[in-house]
């Protein structure tokens, strides 16, 4: 699965999960911010990739990756998600935990660890807590 799925996916399990709008997140693994916003209103998520200056969104369980022209399915149970990238054929898992999105990526295996960034705040929620 490609890098930027990965942080459209850990945006949205955010979003969908806590209700709270996200404005950014930090990617632990690029060692790095990255520019992208996400949030449900209602049924619908809309987001926005700020690296690609392209927009995601839709309503579970399918979100439309604009750039790729992709889908990426999303299953909630809980603070669990898993679903699906098409466009790579990759499975993953996530949770969300403490403004923290870990995701399990099955295609690299391995784990990836996203802090998301406070809409509301100058902080992310993980590292403000």
Request: proline share 2%; hydrophobic share 40%; net charge negative.
């Amino acid at each position: 699965m490609d890098a930027h799925t990965r942080t459209i996916i850990a945006a949205a399990a955010f979003a969908y999960v806590t209700g709270r709008k996200v404005a950014g997140l930090y990617d632990h693994a690029a060692g790095r911010d990255v520019p992208i916003a996400a949030e449900v209103r209602g049924a619908q998520l809309q987001g926005f990739d700020g690296d690609r200056g392209v927009r995601f969104g839709g309503a579970l369980p399918e979100l439309h990756d604009a750039g790729d022209q992709s889908y990426v399915s999303i299953a909630m149970e809980g603070t669990q998600i898993h679903g699906f990238d098409r466009r790579t054929a990759s499975h993953y898992r996530a949770e969300v935990r403490d403004g923290l999105v870990q995701i399990f990526d099955h295609a690299e295996q391995a784990w990836f660890s996203y802090d998301i960034q406070d809409a509301e705040a100058a902080q992310a929620y993980h590292r403000g807590a």
